[in-house]
Protein backbone atom coordinates (compact mmCIF):
# COMPACT_ATOMS: atom_id res chain seq x y z
CA UNK A 1 0.00 0.00 0.00
CA UNK A 2 1.25 3.15 -0.87
CA UNK A 3 1.32 5.71 1.44
CA UNK A 4 3.11 9.03 2.94
CA UNK A 5 5.88 8.19 5.57
CA UNK A 6 7.57 11.50 5.99
CA UNK A 7 7.03 13.49 8.92
CA UNK A 8 3.40 14.93 9.22
CA UNK A 9 3.80 17.79 11.33
CA UNK A 10 6.02 19.30 7.95
CA UNK A 11 2.17 19.21 6.31
CA UNK A 12 0.72 21.04 8.65
CA UNK A 13 3.05 23.99 8.30
CA UNK A 14 3.19 23.79 4.76
CA UNK A 15 -0.42 24.58 4.80
CA UNK A 16 -0.29 26.90 7.72
CA UNK A 17 -3.05 25.45 9.84
CA UNK A 18 -3.67 22.56 11.78
CA UNK A 19 -4.94 19.39 10.10
CA UNK A 20 -4.77 17.43 12.81
CA UNK A 21 -2.77 14.48 11.43
CA UNK A 22 -1.30 13.45 15.01
CA UNK A 23 -4.22 12.98 17.24
CA UNK A 24 -3.62 14.33 20.37
CA UNK A 25 -0.75 16.18 20.03
CA UNK A 26 -1.87 18.42 17.29
CA UNK A 27 -4.42 19.62 20.50
CA UNK A 28 -1.27 20.39 22.48
CA UNK A 29 0.79 23.19 23.27
CA UNK A 30 3.65 20.77 21.17
CA UNK A 31 2.40 21.02 17.75
CA UNK A 32 5.02 22.29 16.15
CA UNK A 33 2.71 24.94 14.32
CA UNK A 34 2.22 26.56 17.94
CA UNK A 35 5.67 27.38 17.99
CA UNK A 36 6.48 27.90 13.94
CA UNK A 37 3.37 28.87 12.29
CA UNK A 38 5.10 29.51 8.89
CA UNK A 39 6.24 26.62 6.08
CA UNK A 40 9.09 24.45 6.56
CA UNK A 41 12.13 24.89 5.14
CA UNK A 42 15.40 27.93 5.04
CA UNK A 43 13.08 30.20 3.12
CA UNK A 44 9.80 29.56 4.85
CA UNK A 45 8.94 32.48 6.15
CA UNK A 46 9.45 33.73 2.61
CA UNK A 47 6.11 32.00 1.49
CA UNK A 48 4.41 33.54 3.62
CA UNK A 49 3.17 36.76 1.24
CA UNK A 50 0.22 36.34 -0.87
CA UNK A 51 0.12 34.12 -3.86
CA UNK A 52 -1.23 33.67 -7.83
CA UNK A 53 -4.69 32.26 -7.92
CA UNK A 54 -3.35 29.19 -9.24
CA UNK A 55 -1.24 28.96 -5.62
CA UNK A 56 -4.59 28.74 -4.22
CA UNK A 57 -6.09 25.94 -5.69
CA UNK A 58 -2.70 23.90 -5.09
CA UNK A 59 -3.29 24.66 -1.83
CA UNK A 60 -6.53 23.93 -1.20
CA UNK A 61 -6.22 20.52 -2.99
CA UNK A 62 -3.08 19.62 -1.06
CA UNK A 63 -4.83 20.57 1.84
CA UNK A 64 -7.85 17.86 1.19
CA UNK A 65 -5.49 14.97 -0.14
CA UNK A 66 -3.18 15.32 3.09
CA UNK A 67 -6.46 15.56 5.83
CA UNK A 68 -7.72 12.57 4.24
CA UNK A 69 -4.23 10.82 3.83
CA UNK A 70 -4.86 10.32 -0.55
CA UNK A 71 -2.15 10.17 -2.64
CA UNK A 72 -2.02 12.32 -5.95
CA UNK A 73 -3.33 9.17 -8.29
CA UNK A 74 -5.84 8.52 -5.92
CA UNK A 75 -7.42 11.63 -5.47
CA UNK A 76 -7.30 12.02 -9.47
CA UNK A 77 -9.21 8.93 -9.67
CA UNK A 78 -11.59 10.17 -7.01
CA UNK A 79 -11.93 13.64 -9.10
CA UNK A 80 -12.83 11.61 -11.97
CA UNK A 81 -15.33 9.71 -10.28
CA UNK A 82 -16.89 13.18 -9.05
CA UNK A 83 -17.41 14.55 -12.67
CA UNK A 84 -19.28 11.26 -13.68
CA UNK A 85 -21.99 11.34 -10.96
CA UNK A 86 -24.78 13.99 -11.23
CA UNK A 87 -24.96 16.78 -8.93
CA UNK A 88 -21.87 19.14 -7.88
CA UNK A 89 -18.41 18.07 -8.56
CA UNK A 90 -16.56 18.97 -5.67
CA UNK A 91 -19.31 18.42 -2.94
CA UNK A 92 -19.25 14.60 -4.79
CA UNK A 93 -15.76 14.52 -3.96
CA UNK A 94 -15.90 15.16 -0.13
CA UNK A 95 -18.59 12.85 -0.04
CA UNK A 96 -16.86 10.22 -1.48
CA UNK A 97 -13.58 11.21 0.61
CA UNK A 98 -15.92 10.80 3.90
CA UNK A 99 -17.55 7.53 2.44
CA UNK A 100 -13.56 6.05 2.47
CA UNK A 101 -13.53 3.26 5.12
CA UNK A 102 -10.59 4.55 7.31
CA UNK A 103 -12.59 8.11 7.07
CA UNK A 104 -15.35 6.08 8.98
CA UNK A 105 -13.54 4.51 12.04
CA UNK A 106 -12.23 8.05 12.26
CA UNK A 107 -15.32 9.68 12.66
CA UNK A 108 -16.46 7.01 14.59
CA UNK A 109 -13.88 7.66 17.35
CA UNK A 110 -11.77 4.38 16.95
CA UNK A 111 -8.58 5.88 16.04
CA UNK A 112 -7.37 9.21 17.00
CA UNK A 113 -6.21 10.12 13.70
CA UNK A 114 -6.77 9.36 9.93
CA UNK A 115 -3.50 7.20 10.09
CA UNK A 116 -4.45 5.39 13.05
CA UNK A 117 -8.03 4.52 11.99
CA UNK A 118 -6.15 3.52 8.39
CA UNK A 119 -3.87 1.46 10.36
CA UNK A 120 -6.89 -0.16 12.34
CA UNK A 121 -8.40 -0.89 8.96
CA UNK A 122 -5.35 -2.70 7.85
CA UNK A 123 -4.72 -4.68 10.71
CA UNK A 124 -8.30 -6.52 10.01
CA UNK A 125 -10.12 -5.33 13.58
CA UNK A 126 -13.00 -3.26 11.16
CA UNK A 127 -15.58 -5.18 9.36
CA UNK A 128 -18.36 -3.97 7.12
CA UNK A 129 -21.58 -5.74 7.43
CA UNK A 130 -19.92 -8.43 9.27
CA UNK A 131 -17.41 -9.41 7.22
CA UNK A 132 -13.35 -8.20 7.47
CA UNK A 133 -12.59 -5.21 4.92
CA UNK A 134 -9.17 -4.42 5.18
CA UNK A 135 -9.10 -1.75 1.93
CA UNK A 136 -8.96 1.73 3.46
CA UNK A 137 -10.26 3.13 0.39
CA UNK A 138 -13.30 0.77 0.49
CA UNK A 139 -16.48 2.62 -0.09
CA UNK A 140 -19.02 2.56 2.21
CA UNK A 141 -22.95 2.68 1.19
CA UNK A 142 -26.20 4.02 2.46
CA UNK A 143 -27.61 0.82 5.26
CA UNK A 144 -23.61 -0.13 5.92
CA UNK A 145 -23.37 -1.46 9.14
CA UNK A 146 -19.14 -0.76 10.14
CA UNK A 147 -18.18 -2.76 13.19
CA UNK A 148 -15.19 -3.69 14.77
CA UNK A 149 -14.09 -6.86 15.76
CA UNK A 150 -14.80 -8.14 18.88
CA UNK A 151 -11.78 -9.28 20.30
CA UNK A 152 -10.63 -5.73 18.83
CA UNK A 153 -13.20 -4.09 21.33
CA UNK A 154 -10.95 -4.89 24.11
CA UNK A 155 -7.94 -3.80 22.74
CA UNK A 156 -6.30 -0.58 25.01
CA UNK A 157 -6.00 2.07 22.15
CA UNK A 158 -9.01 1.69 21.19
CA UNK A 159 -10.89 1.43 24.67
CA UNK A 160 -8.99 4.55 25.62
CA UNK A 161 -9.73 6.39 22.08
CA UNK A 162 -13.77 5.35 22.53
CA UNK A 163 -13.50 6.82 26.18
CA UNK A 164 -11.34 10.22 25.90
CA UNK A 165 -11.94 11.64 22.59
CA UNK A 166 -14.27 14.46 22.62
CA UNK A 167 -15.77 13.87 19.31
CA UNK A 168 -18.98 13.89 18.50
CA UNK A 169 -20.15 11.32 15.34
CA UNK A 170 -21.97 12.78 12.59
CA UNK A 171 -25.51 13.20 11.35
CA UNK A 172 -25.06 10.60 8.82
CA UNK A 173 -23.70 7.90 11.07
CA UNK A 174 -26.13 6.26 13.59
CA UNK A 175 -23.59 4.93 16.85
CA UNK A 176 -24.48 1.76 18.57
CA UNK A 177 -23.13 -1.22 20.97
CA UNK A 178 -21.60 1.31 23.47
CA UNK A 179 -19.74 3.30 20.70
CA UNK A 180 -18.31 -0.24 18.90
CA UNK A 181 -20.66 0.25 15.71
CA UNK A 182 -21.86 2.51 13.46
CA UNK A 183 -24.65 2.61 10.92
CA UNK A 184 -24.65 4.59 7.40
CA UNK A 185 -27.97 6.32 7.69
CA UNK A 186 -27.11 8.92 4.98
CA UNK A 187 -24.50 10.06 2.50
CA UNK A 188 -23.28 12.66 3.99
CA UNK A 189 -24.24 16.07 3.11
CA UNK A 190 -22.18 19.24 2.75
CA UNK A 191 -22.95 21.13 5.73
CA UNK A 192 -21.92 17.97 7.65
CA UNK A 193 -18.50 17.80 6.56
CA UNK A 194 -16.45 20.49 8.83
CA UNK A 195 -13.43 19.64 6.76
CA UNK A 196 -11.64 23.39 6.33
CA UNK A 197 -11.59 22.47 2.36
CA UNK A 198 -12.53 25.26 -0.83
CA UNK A 199 -13.91 22.36 -2.71
CA UNK A 200 -14.69 25.06 -5.71
CA UNK A 201 -10.84 25.84 -5.66
CA UNK A 202 -10.11 22.00 -6.50
CA UNK A 203 -12.22 22.17 -9.41
CA UNK A 204 -11.04 24.81 -11.15
CA UNK A 205 -8.11 23.73 -10.31
CA UNK A 206 -8.44 20.40 -12.25
CA UNK A 207 -10.69 22.04 -15.08
CA UNK A 208 -7.55 23.78 -16.36
Not at 69 to 86: D, P
Not at 138 to 162: A, C, E, P, T
Request: hydrophobic fraction near 30%; charged fraction near 30%.
Amino acid sequence: MARYTGPVCRLCRREKMKLFLKGPKCDSMKCPIERRPYPPGEHGRDRMRQGSEYLAQLREKQKARRIYGVLEKQFRNLYAEAVRQEGITGENLLRMLEQRLDNIAYRAGWGSSRNQARQLVRHGHVKVNGKRVTIPSYQVRKGDVVSLKDKSRNMIVIRHNVDTLDRSVPPWLESASEGYEVTVRDLPMREHIDVPVREQLIVELYSK
